[in-house]
C-alpha cells in the first residue's frame, strides 16, 4: 500500500525511499515484528481460554514433552497476522507474485487451522482426513503454480531451471504445474513434520525465508541477475518484501515460542509458511535450491518416509522415533541441544544453497 508513495517522489523527495524493495523490506520486518509482539499475549490469552487442554501431547512421545499439557496451539494466527499486516502495507499490492505466494499461504492456514481446530476439540491426534487435507492442498498449489506461470515469460514460465548451470532448461510444458504443486505441498508438510519441538521449526523458516528473500530480489533484478548469470524473473524482487515479513513475525513468534513455550505454532502456521516458502521458490525457478536449502525439512520427511516404508516392509524402525528430532531425544539429548542444532544444520544448508548463485 505504501508502496505506492513512490509515485509521488517527485513531489516530494521524501517519499523516494518507498520506491526502494530494501527499504520496504526493513520495514516489513520490523512492523510483523510489532505486531506479533504487541497482539501476541491478547491472542494467547484468547487460545487459552478456549481451547482448555490446548494441544494433545503423544502418548509414545519423550517423556519430558508430557510437561507442556495444555499449552495452546494455533500460534500461527499470530504469525499470519504479522505478515498479512505487514505485507499489505509494505509489499506494491499489483504484483501477481505476491498475491500468489499470500493466496497458498492464507488457504494452506486454512487448512491447518481446521486440522488444529480438529484436534484440540476431539483432545487427539487425528485431526482433518490425509486424503482431503491433500487434495485441497494439491487444489490451491495448482492454482498458485498456474498464477505463476501465467505471470511469467513464454516457456521459461513452464520451464525447469537447475543450479550451476544457466542455460539447461527443461520446457516442461503445463506438467509443470504438477510439478510446482508438487514443490508447494511437499514443502508445507516438510515443514508441518518438523515442528515438533520449542522453536524448532520457526528459526529454519526464517533462514530458508532470508535466503529466498535475497534470491527474490536478485532474480528480480535484471543487473544482479545478468552478473550472476541466474535466470532474471521480472517481479520477484517484490517477495523479497514479504520474507521479511515472515522473518518479523518469525521473532516476534519466538519471543513466546522459546522454551517452554506459551503457545504452539500448530498446523495452522507451519503449512502456511512451508507452502509460502515453496511458492516463492517456484515463483523464482529455484525449486531444486529449495531442496538444498530447505534441507532440514527434507531431512525431517525422509526421515517419516523411511520409518513408515521400512516397518511396512519388515516390521522393523529404522529410528528410535520418527520424525528425526524425537529419535535424538530418545537417544538422549535435551530438547535444547536437538533445536539448536538442528539450527546450525539449517544455516549450513541455507549457505550451501545461496552459494549455488555464483557457482556457474
Request: hydrophobic content about 55%.
Amino acid at each position: 500500500m505504501l508502496a505506492y508513495l513512490g509515485q509521488f517522489s517527485a513531489d516530494f523527495p521524501g517519499f523516494n525511499v518507498f520506491r526502494y524493495i530494501t527499504f520496504r523490506t526493513g520495514s516489513a520486518m520490523i512492523t510483523s515484528f510489532i505486531v506479533v509482539f504487541l497482539f501476541g499475549p491478547a491472542i494467547i490469552s484468547n487460545l487459552r481460554l478456549r481451547q482448555g487442554k490446548g494441544q494433545p501431547i503423544r502418548a509414545d512421545g519423550p517423556q519430558t514433552h508430557f510437561k507442556k499439557a495444555g499449552t495452546p496451539t494455533m500460534g500461527g494466527l499470530m504469525i499470519l497476522t504479522g505478515i498479512l499486516s505487514s505485507t499489505l502495507l509494505w509489499a506494491e499490492l499489483s504484483n501477481l507474485y505476491v498475491w500468489t505466494v499470500l493466496l497458498v499461504t492464507i488457504g494452506f492456514g486454512a487448512i491447518g487451522f481446521y486440522d488444529d481446530y480438529l484436534k484440540v476439540t476431539k483432545q487427539s491426534h487425528k485431526g482433518f482426513s490425509g486424503k482431503a487435507r491433500l487434495t485441497i492442498e494439491f487444489a490451491i498449489a495448482a492454482v498458485a503454480c498456474t498464477l505463476t506461470v501465467y505471470a511469467g515469460t513464454g516457456t521459461f514460465a513452464t520451464s525447469l531451471a537447475f543450479p550451476f548451470v544457466k542455460s539447461f532448461l527443461i520446457d516442461l510444458g503445463w506438467f509443470y504445474v504438477a510439478l510446482g504443486a508438487f514443490v508447494m505441498v511437499g514443502a508445507g508438510n516438510a515443514v508441518n513434520l518438523t515442528d515438533g519441538l520449542d522453536g524448532l521449526a520457526i528459526v529454519p523458516i526464517m533462514i530458508a525465508c532470508a535466503a529466498f528473500g535475497l534470491i527474490a530480489y536478485l532474480a528480480g533484478n535484471v543487473n544482479f541477475a545478468n552478473y550472476l548469470q541466474i535466470h532474471y524473473v521480472f517481479g520477484t524482487g517484490e517477495l523479497a518484501v514479504v520474507c521479511g515479513a515472515v522473518i518479523g513475525a518469525g521473532l516476534g513468534f519466538l519471543w513466546f515460542n522459546a522454551p517452554p513455550a506459551a503457545i504452539f505454532m500448530g498446523d495452522t502456521g507451519s503449512l502456511a509458511l512451508g507452502g509460502m516458502v515453496g511458492a516463492i521458490a517456484v515463483a523464482t525457478k529455484h525449486e531444486l535450491v529449495l531442496a538444498i536449502i530447505g534441507g532440514l525439512f527434507v531431512i525431517e520427511a525422509m526421515s517419516v518416509i523411511i520409518q513408515v516404508a521400512s516397518f511396512k516392509l519388515t516390521g522393523k524402525r529404522v529410528f528410535l522415533m520418527a520424525p528425526i528430532h524425537h529419535h535424538f531425544e530418545k537417544l538422549g539429548w535435551t530438547e535444547s541441544q536437538v533445536v539448536v542444532r538442528f539450527w546450525i544444520i539449517a544455516f549450513m544448508l541455507a549457505f550451501v544453497g545461496l552459494s549455488t548463485l555464483k557457482l556457474r
